[in-house]
């Protein structure tokens, strides 16, 4: 569970911004939109955020933000070596902070317990990292990581509640890597708890991301689930009669007329003898005759996204999920918008308090009957 993010000196954002998922003490639709803290003394939480702005605002930067920290942290240790640069953007409309690092901090509920992270990184290295647990509601120091820039080196503490070995994960942590990644990639148990919530707690889709219907298709080969994504599409209100999957053998056949015949070759090398699955949504025909199959490409833009999202939305609804997602309205009518938070808003339908961070355009979000106040954020 989120309960604050925070981003300094990164792209648009020069000062550090924060956006909170606590609660105010507003009682609008207070069973809805929130939900009690599994942590005492902690103000309840959002379900959802929606975060709205003008082109070149800054809405997208901000998802981008905590995605590269996810990305950060799951990979520093395994994925770079020794004086390869970060790939990181701070503000640079002044002389100052083009020089500074970028910070990064993120308040969140894992296992039951209240976590603080953050990292300092510039394009050369990790100049800071430190980590708070409150494992019994009071802030127990576990690590702190601060870089020299006179000596060079790194000023390490680590509180008496972190345990293990300490000298070996320090001394294993490269300079533009970070200590909890290299902790974790070397055994550390008590560590994991963190790891894991940017590893499978923590969901962002940038703009860039290509969402494929690969597990809405997975999930349609089991009976049930597909009952779940029938009732998915249809509460969307798209009158489907039913969803079909065909397997067939590949073919270059499938393939795009005018794709290059090499390519076309390559791709026949490594698809040889694997079966492909086709999807057809099923109609209501206009004179009551049989249903009419629709190809999954013969369908509209919002259909097909729809069924893409359908899978990992409902997977981050069962799991407790914490999902970010940059224009969420993109080829979605405003009504499956709606449809998609009510979602996250319904305790029967989220009842492991998945939470939900969007940015869009679409103004009709903007409404006293499904938003907070406390849920809407201008950048």
């Not at 979602?343 to 938003?371: G, I, K, S």
């Amino acid at each position: 569970m989120l309960i604050e993010f925070s981003v300094t000196n990164y792209r648009s954002f020069l000062k550090t911004q924060s956006l909170t998922l606590a609660a105010n003490t507003s009682t609008e639709l207070h069973e809805e939109n929130s939900f009690v803290s599994p942590v005492s003394n902690l103000p309840r939480l959002l379900r959802s955020s929606v975060v709205y702005g003008p082109n070149a605002a800054g809405k997208s930067n901000l998802i981008q933000a905590i995605d590269f920290m996810k990305r950060f942290v799951l990979s520093s240790a395994k994925e770079s070596q020794e004086g390869e640069k970060i790939d990181i953007t701070p503000f640079l409309f002044n002389r100052q902070s083009s020089r500074d690092p970028s910070e990064f901090e993120v308040l969140f509920i894992q296992d039951g317990i209240r976590y603080q992270y953050g990292i300092a990184v510039n394009s050369k290295r990790v100049t800071g990292e430190w980590l708070f647990a409150y494992p019994e509601g009071r802030a127990q120091k576990w690590f702190e990581r601060n870089y020299d820039s006179e000596t060079q080196k790194d000023i390490w503490y680590f509180g008496p509640k972190f345990i293990g070995r300490r000298k070996v994960w320090q001394e294993a942590t490269r300079s533009n890597a970070l200590f909890l990644s290299t902790a974790i990639q070397l055994n550390n148990e008590q560590l994991k708890p963190v790891f894991n919530w940017f590893d499978h707690k923590l969901v962002v889709l940038t703009q860039g991301t290509s969402i494929s219907h690969g597990l809405s298709i997975s999930e349609c080969e089991d009976e049930k689930k597909k009952k779940k994504i029938f009732k998915f599409m249809n509460a969307a209100d798209l009158s489907i009669t039913d969803i079909s999957l065909e397997k067939k053998e590949f073919s270059t056949d499938d393939l795009p007329p005018d794709m290059p015949q090499s390519i076309k070759e390559e791709i026949a090398i490594d698809l040889k003898g694997k079966k492909l699955t086709r999807v057809f949504f099923m109609h209501p025909s206009s004179d009551n005759g049989e249903d009419v199959p629709l190809e999954f490409n013969e369908e509209s833009a919002g259909t097909r996204k729809l069924f893409a999202l359908a899978g990992p939305w409902l997977d981050v609804l069962d799991n407790g999920f914490v999902l970010f997602v940059d224009e969420l309205d993109t080829s979605l009518h405003p009504i499956m918008v709606r449809f998609l938070l009510n979602l996250f808003h319904n305790p029967e339908a989220n009842r492991h308090n998945a939470q939900l961070v969007f940015t869009t355009h679409d103004t009709t979000v903007l409404d006293q009957a499904l938003m907070r106040r406390d849920q809407v954020w201008f950048v």
